[in-house]
């Protein structure tokens, strides 16, 4: 019923950047947190960063000072500003959006589709 479309992945040199984008379309009356995971392989998916509707934001340690999570209220969109891209931020990443749909009191927690992201040393 809530449906996330990612874009802006791709292949990097170390140092170079990226930005993620996440499109939330559907039945949704409001969000309550949006944010980034990341599953390199052979590991667990893990938190990369996370921002509420209050506007409290959460980095993973590995990432801050790089990666910027910022978001369009009006768009429904989550972006991820990766800067300074290192080879052991190589993975697949997630969107993630959890919140309340509309015209009911049910929660909805969606996950995007991944998109790739390799950074080369």
């Known amino acids: 019923q809530v449906q996330l479309v990612e874009s802006g992945g791709g292949l990097v040199q170390a140092g170079g950047s990226l930005r993620l984008s996440c499109g939330a379309s559907?039945?949704?009356?409001?969000?309550?947190?949006m944010g980034w995971y990341r599953q390199a392989p052979g590991k667990q998916r893990e938190l990369v960063a996370s921002?509420?509707?209050?506007?409290?934001?959460n980095y993973a340690d590995s990432v801050k000072g790089r990666f910027t999570i910022s978001r369009d209220n009006v768009k429904n969109t989550v972006y991820l500003q990766m800067n300074s891209l290192k080879p052991g931020d190589t993975g697949v990443y997630y969107c993630?959006?959890?919140?309340?749909?509309?015209?009911?009191?049910?929660?909805?927690?969606?996950w995007g589709q991944g998109t790739h992201v390799t950074v080369s040393s």
């Open positions: 993630n959006v959890h919140g309340y749909l509309s015209g009911s009191l049910y929660k909805f927690d969606s």
């Open positions: 559907g039945r949704i009356l409001s969000i309550n947190a």
């Open positions: 921002l509420t509707s209050v506007g409290s934001t």
